[in-house]
């Protein structure tokens, strides 16, 4: 059975920073793009950044030089550096696979940018 536990959200003031984490079981780490997504009530999910097996990463414009994208794939674990938080970033964040597979989605962690 396939699970993603993300951790690590939190309350934090803008300009903060906040590590959150990604552990995979099942088989679906190995050679898998694993990628964050966030999700706004009331709007669509979006994707926030990926990373190949192989270490390449992408980011979305809006997080693209503050957040960074990381893997263990000795532990199956993905992480999210996130560095100057701006409250826009406030949002429920997930990690799934690239493309996202909806039997993947977990139950995400809380990201709150507040002052």
């Known amino acids: 059975q396939v699970q993603l536990v993300e951790s690590g959200g939190g309350l934090v003031q803008p300009g903060g920073s906040l590590r959150l984490s990604c552990a995979a079981s099942g088989n679906i780490f190995s050679n898998k793009h694993m990628g964050w997504y966030r999700q706004v009530p009331g709007k669509q999910r979006e994707w926030v950044a990926s990373?190949?097996?192989?270490?390449?990463?992408n980011y979305a414009a809006s997080v693209k030089g503050r957040f960074t994208i990381s893997r263990d794939n000795a532990k199956n674990t993905v992480y999210l550096q996130m560095d100057s938080l701006k409250p826009e970033d406030t949002a429920v964040y997930y990690c799934?696979?690239?493309?996202?597979?909806?039997?993947?989605w977990g139950q995400g962690t809380q990201v709150t940018v507040s002052s």
């Open positions: 990373m190949s097996n192989l270490g390449s990463t």
């Open positions: 799934n696979t690239v493309p996202s597979k909806i039997d993947y």
